[in-house]
């Protein structure tokens, strides 16, 4: 039996580590005493191949993968009846179903995850549902010792333009560990300082050791928790059919920050393929599971246009002047 699912995917009694800032009086707290959802056991023993497009529903393909054996899973699935016309994000008969069916998906996630992997889970609320919120919310508190960070993707571009509220233009991102030791590249992606802006930071006395400061300010600074990037216009050239489709400069970016060249990458909603094609440029493996056969077609096609993965050491802007990624 894989010792892993034994012990919850990793979730630790609440008296340890973070789980201890939840215990005492906080009304909750029977969500996080109850044993942690998962598929099951695998009903195929077959491993599944890598650098492939599995063509599968989550539920089926996920509990097939080795424990231990991802580094990064890269989650950009149903938000949970924000997108109101789109089958797959109406696919539960209420709440309760969509957070218990995300929070098996993350069990086995976090199973498959090395020790220093990390989970990263996309989000949006829509007009009138706001599960995300609470599918945060409910993760961080059924996973209280795998919560890592939350960011905010900036798509710079709004969207569904709005008489009567704001107009949306940000999804949330949130980031779970398997444990404390996750790998984090962050000298990786850097949004670069125009050259005025380095010659004023260099008069700052604090920085002693001029040499380094100069060659962290040549690379430029580091991300901070609100990425801008545009999202893709319907008329952009990388835009492939998908509805939700995601720049590749920013999945490009979480993997170069959250892995190293070879290590895998899974991603259990591949939609168009994304994923897999800024891991493939990138050097990394990857998996990809998406239930649409006709998604699936979309990724295959895709992934066979795209030109030779980049070599270590260059330094690609995708964008001239907005972020750099440097390549390892
Ligand atoms: C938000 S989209 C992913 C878009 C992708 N990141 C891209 O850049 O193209 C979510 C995808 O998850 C797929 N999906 C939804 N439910 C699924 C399930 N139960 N199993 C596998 N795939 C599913 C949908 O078909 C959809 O293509």
Redesign the pocket.
């Known amino acids: 039996m894989d010792s892993e699912r034994q012990t919850n995917s990793g979730l630790v009694a609440p008296e340890t580590g973070n789980g201890a800032l939840y215990s005492g009086e906080n009304p909750l707290r029977k969500l996080w005493e109850r044993p942690v959802l998962n598929w099951g056991f695998p009903t195929d023993t077959t491993p599944l191949p890598q650098n492939a497009v599995i063509c599968?529903?989550?539920?089926d393909?996920l509990p097939s993968i080795a424990s231990r054996t991802v580094q990064l899973v890269l989650a950009?699935?149903?938000?949970g009846k924000a997108l109101e016309k789109v089958r797959?994000?109406n696919?539960w008969r209420g709440l309760k179903q969509f957070l218990e069916w995300y929070e098996r998906c993350v069990s086995e996630c976090l199973r498959v995850l090395r020790d220093d992997g990390a989970c990263i889970l996309?989000g949006q609320i829509g007009k009138r549902c706001h599960w995300f919120i609470h599918l945060q919310s409910y993760l961080s508190l059924r996973f209280p010792d795998h919560f890592f960070d939350r960011i905010i993707w900036d798509r710079i571009v709004g969207y569904s333009e709005r008489r009567d509220s704001f107009t949306p233009a940000h999804e949330e991102i949130l980031i779970l560990r398997k444990s404390a030791t996750t790998k984090f590249r962050k000298d990786r992606v850097r949004e670069p300082y125009t050259e005025e802006q380095q010659r004023q930071l260099m008069c700052d006395e604090r920085y002693k050791n001029k040499k380094a400061r100069k060659e962290h300010l040549a690379k430029g600074k580091y991300l901070r928790n609100i990425i801008r990037v545009p999202s893709l216009r319907g008329t952009s050239k990388e835009k492939c059919g998908?509805?939700?489709?995601?720049p590749l400069e920013l999945?490009q970016a979480l993997i170069a920050l959250f892995t190293d060249r070879g290590d895998l990458v899974l991603?259990?909603?591949?939609?168009?393929?994304?994923?897999a094609v800024a891991a493939q440029l990138l050097g990394r493996e990857w998996i990809g599971?998406?239930?649409?056969r006709r998604?699936c077609r979309r990724?295959q096609k895709r992934l066979a246009k795209q030109a030779t993965a980049f070599n270590p050491g260059d330094v690609i802007e995708p964008r001239p002047g907005k972020m750099r990624i440097y390549v390892d």
Do not use: M, R
């Open positions: 599968a529903d989550v539920k393909a950009d699935g149903p938000y797959w994000d696919q996309f998908h509805p939700s489709q995601k999945i991603d259990p909603f591949l939609g168009s393929g994304t994923t599971i998406e239930k649409s998604h990724a």
